[in-house]
């Protein structure tokens, strides 16, 4: 069963970080390329930034400079490093991969940035 699983979402004052991570299950994740999207109360879904299968990057411009995607492909995992949070990047955040022959989403994580 082709799969990814969020984690690490919660609650983070102004200013501060949080890493999230996407498990993927059921594809050969060295093969695919990875994205992280998110969608903040009444808006609608948006891309945060991507990974290659060659590690290679790209990113909106309201990520750059604050958040950083990796992936451990040994452990068939995918990170979001998010720093300098702000209220607006409140939002459910989404891991996505997709192959030649398979596109899939996780159920999200929720990031509350909040004093």
């Known amino acids: 069963q082709v799969q990814l699983v969020e984690s690490g979402g919660g609650s983070v004052q102004p200013g501060g970080r949080r890493r999230l991570a996407c498990v993927g299950s059921?594809?050969?994740?060295?093969?695919?390329?990875l994205a992280w999207y998110r969608q903040a109360p009444g808006k609608e879904r948006e891309s945060v930034a991507h990974?290659?299968?060659?590690?290679?990057?790209n990113y909106e411009d309201f990520a750059k400079g604050r958040f950083t995607i990796s992936r451990d492909n040994s452990k068939s995992t995918m990170y979001l490093e998010m720093n300098d949070l702000k209220p607006e990047d409140t939002a459910v955040y989404y891991c996505?991969?997709?192959?030649?022959?398979?596109?899939?989403w996780g159920k999200g994580t929720l990031v509350t940035i909040s004093s």
């Open positions: 996505r991969a997709a192959g030649l022959d398979f596109d899939v």
């Open positions: 990974i290659g299968h060659d590690g290679a990057t």
């Open positions: 059921g594809f050969t994740f060295s093969w695919s390329v």
